[in-house]
């Protein structure tokens, strides 16, 4: 499918706010989503928002997504150390609701 | 809360060898994946299923990889024969398919070949 790109590394120090970010190319995604992934354990669900959005808020979780650029932004607020984990980004259309995923951003946060 | 189980959790298995993973999705969920996750990518989709019906396997590699879910609702991914290339994360997912966006997944099973 087409790309999702995110950065693969991102460390901040707990407290701090960790933004995550992720472009992709397909203009016919209708939903992009934020999973996380712990060591050895599979996907888990964090939010996901659909494309006629530009924001959406869950608890510490901000989601941004900019259309125009193909950008998608998760904001999370006073970050913690079980934070620490992969974050993915994936598009999805409208047909089959099969996922595009990032290849990752590795989340490391400090004491 | 429901899960997507699968079983097992991890296989190692010498190339050459045959292999074979389980998936049972949430009760009641009409759609299932089956994704492969290299050790620092994304998850890939391999094949889905509408009911018991294969909706999407054009990234399957069917000289080796089948995929069956005979009554709709659990599933099986096969390899025969295993190659080291294969080893990888093997996770299985599920959505209802009437419309609600979420797929849940189950905690995978992780595949080494030697």
């Known amino acids: 499918g087409e790309d999702v790109e995110q950065s693969l590394f991102l460390s901040v120090r707990e407290g701090d706010s960790s933004v995550i970010n992720c472009t992709y190319t397909?203009?016919?995604?209708?939903?992009l989503y934020w999973y996380k992934q712990e060591p050895g354990a599979g996907l888990q669900l964090l939010t996901y928002?659909?494309?006629?959005?530009d924001m959406k808020q869950d608890q510490r979780l901000t989601v941004l997504l900019n259309k125009k650029d193909k950008h998608l932004s998760l904001r999370i607020a006073d970050t913690q150390t079980g934070d620490s984990a992969i974050y993915f980004c994936?598009?999805?259309?409208?047909?089959?609701?099969?996922?595009?995923f990032g290849k990752g951003t590795s989340l490391l946060v400090t004491p | 809360e429901a899960e997507v189980a699968q079983s097992p959790r991890y296989k190692i298995t010498e190339k050459s060898q045959a292999v074979a993973f389980w998936c049972d999705p949430i009760s009641g969920h009409a759609t299932l994946y089956w994704y492969r996750q290299i050790l620092g990518q994304g998850p890939e989709l391999l094949v889905q299923?509408?009911?018991?019906?294969?909706?999407?396997d054009s990234q399957l590699p069917k000289d080796r990889f089948s995929a069956e879910r005979l009554k709709g609702v659990d599933s099986t991914l096969k390899i025969q024969p295993a190659e080291l290339g294969d080893s990888a994360m093997y996770l299985c997912?599920?959505?209802?398919?009437?419309?609600?966006?979420?797929?849940?997944f189950g905690p995978g099973t992780r595949l080494t070949v030697t």
């Open positions: 397909d203009s016919s995604s209708t939903y």
């Open positions: 997912a599920s959505n209802p398919g009437t419309g609600d966006r979420e797929q849940y």
């Open positions: 994936a598009e999805g259309s409208n047909s089959g609701y099969a996922l595009n």
């Open positions: 928002i659909f494309s006629n959005m």
């Open positions: 299923f509408q009911d018991e019906s294969v909706v999407d």
